[in-house]
């Protein structure tokens, strides 16, 4: 079975200033972790994904994600905000090898501060 | 190259009613996954489909059902229909329903049940 905890629904920045946003998820296989991004009135779409090869991940947009086996983490960061990254972001664990249940976090909603 | 496709985009259906909603995948693509999306929430997993059988499931009640034709496009079905079914209802396709194949949503459909 697998869970996924986004850690702050709403966080807040200003433009140019670095971006964290926190997800912890628990699987009982190997897992494979993705960050989508949903723009008001707009469909869902990839940042980036982890499928257990480099820890690193660098997705579009200037945005990366760092797999931690040992802490259960993939957090989702970018060295410096836009005002188009204002949006909602999910995690969204499965399970690399195996049919299972695809789950979604939550959500974190960024605010861009001018 | 078309995306995922669904129909109807807008819905309007009375308590106790049925629905049926549709889902093109993109070509190439065998998994179809269906989620329901409640207003500031993440999208919930509903099933996952591949090769026209069901992969997964996730904690719906009975009244919602799916499935998969031949050419891979989909149908999710709901019966009985409660106020608390209005939401954004997604589709989302990829390559397999295992392996580190991220998904591709489409537009969603929005069903208001009054």
């Known amino acids: 079975a697998q869970s996924v905890t986004q850690l702050d629904s709403h966080v807040s920045v200003s433009e140019g200033t670095p971006v964290l946003l926190r997800c912890n998820y628990s699987s009982s296989y190997s897992p494979s972790l993705f960050w989508y991004v949903q723009h008001p009135n707009k469909g869902l779409q990839l940042l980036l994904k982890y499928t257990s090869a480099a820890t690193l991940v660098k997705g579009i947009n200037g945005f990366e994600a760092e797999f931690k086996k040992s802490e259960t983490s993939f957090h989702l960061t970018k060295p410096s905000a836009h005002m188009s990254d204002a949006a909602e972001y999910f995690c969204?664990?499965?399970?690399?090898?195996?049919?299972?249940?695809?789950?979604f976090g939550k959500g974190t909603r960024l605010h861009i501060l001018p | 190259d078309a995306g995922v496709t669904q129909s109807p985009t807008h819905l309007i259906k009375t308590r106790g009613q049925h629905v049926t909603l549709r889902c093109s995948p993109i070509s190439g693509h065998k998994s179809v996954s269906w989620y329901q999306q409640v207003l500031g929430q993440g999208p919930q997993f509903i099933f996952q489909?591949?090769?026209?059988?069901?992969?997964g499931r996730g904690n719906f009640p009975d009244r919602f059902s799916a499935r998969q034709f031949p050419n891979y496009s989909s149908e999710l079905n709901v019966n009985a229909l409660l106020l608390g079914d209005s939401a954004l209802y997604l589709c989302a396709s990829r390559i397999n329903s295992i392996g580190p194949y991220e998904q591709y949503f489409g537009p969603g459909t929005r069903l208001t049940v009054t």
């Open positions: 489909y591949y090769e026209k059988e069901e992969r």
């Open positions: 969204v664990v499965s399970a690399l090898n195996r049919d299972d249940k695809i789950i």
